[in-house]
């Protein structure tokens, strides 16, 4: 059963940045969408920002526009959220997950759910 893994969460002050990163081991994900998701406790997981298989369509949630770049290295087969500026309010479970053809940035059309990476913002 395919499932991503995710890494490069941590705790940062408000203002600072975090690289997180996405891979599938023994799979290859140059084919597929791929979308990048939070879950704060007691809230429902919500669309963060989605990249296509190319590379050249990218869709942020409002929240995060302007603050984090998704990019993805195909060569490497590693897809990466870059987040600055971080807000306390972007405290969350941070998951990456896939998709097959061109799907809406949201959870119920993505799978291959990890554990996630754990992103704490506070001073």
């Known amino acids: 059963q395919l499932q991503l893994v995710e890494s490069g969460g941590g705790l940062v002050q408000p203002g600072g940045s975090l690289r997180l990163a996405c891979v599938a081991p023994?799979?290859?994900?140059?084919?597929?969408?791929i979308g990048w998701f939070r879950q704060a406790p007691g809230t429902e997981r919500e669309e963060v920002s989605c990249?296509?298989?190319?590379?050249?369509?990218?869709y942020y949630a409002d929240s995060v526009k302007g603050r984090f770049t998704i990019s993805r290295d195909n060569a490497n087969n590693t897809i990466y959220l870059q987040m600055n500026n971080l807000l306390p309010e972007d405290t969350a479970n941070y998951y990456c997950?896939?998709?097959?053809?061109?799907?809406?940035?949201?959870?119920?059309?993505?799978?291959?759910w990890g554990q996630g990476t754990q992103v704490t913002v506070s001073s």
């Open positions: 023994g799979f290859t994900l140059d084919r597929f969408g």
């Open positions: 997950a896939i998709s097959v053809g061109l799907q809406p940035c949201n959870p119920n059309y993505f799978g291959g």
């Open positions: 990249i296509s298989s190319s590379g050249s369509n990218t």
